[in-house]
């Protein structure tokens, strides 16, 4: 009986550890993230487009998320911005984005790999979990340092 409870408790360890970390990282922040971002941006998003069933693990979701911008530090300031990426359930890809909620942003050109994902799509702006994307409220340190940023006309 016992040799069947430590076999039980290996196999939750083995297999429950491998999604609980698999996003496990510590990226660059602020203006360290700034440095790598093709785009950087504070904002709200406003819609998220699920180009699948949002309930599905493999592959994860593609969604495009629509943004409101508040702030601009690289890239052009314009008014909306969408990214379009995966829906981060537990790879080290994508966002976890939610419709409504305001995010600190950077931003990458996807490439030749996670543009396939969206062919229609043409100059395309991903992000993932370890390059400085936080929600706002948890970044407003990151935020007092990089600056005032430039305000969308």
């Known amino acids: 009986m016992n040799k069947f409870l430590v076999l039980v408790f290996m196999a939750c360890l083995l297999f429950g550890a491998g999604r609980a970390a698999a996003c496990d990282c510590v990226g660059p922040r ?3 993230a700034l440095v790598n971002a093709d785009l950087a941006f504070s ?13 599905q693990e493999n592959p994860e979701p ?7 911008i508040y702030h601009v ?4 300031p314009k008014k909306r911005m969408v990214l379009h990426t995966v829906l981060n359930k537990w ?4 966002y976890w984005f939610k419709e409504g909620e305001e995010y600190l942003v950077f931003s990458h050109a996807n490439d030749a790999e996670a543009a396939k ?15 400085g994307t936080f929600p706002l409220a948890d ?6 340092g990089l600056g005032a940023g430039k305000v969308p006309i």
């Open 139 to 144: 970044a407003q340190g990151d935020v007092k």
């Open 30 to 32: 602020g203006k360290h």
């Open 43 to 55: 904002g709200k998003v406003i819609k998220i487009k699920y180009l699948d069933n949002r309930d």
């Open 62 to 68: 593609r969604i495009i998320v629509t943004f409101r």
């Open 91 to 94: 790879t080290c890809n994508g």
């Open 73 to 76: 530090w690289k890239g052009e």
């Open 117 to 131: 994902m969206f062919p229609k799509a043409r100059n395309t702006f991903g992000v993932g979990p370890c390059g």
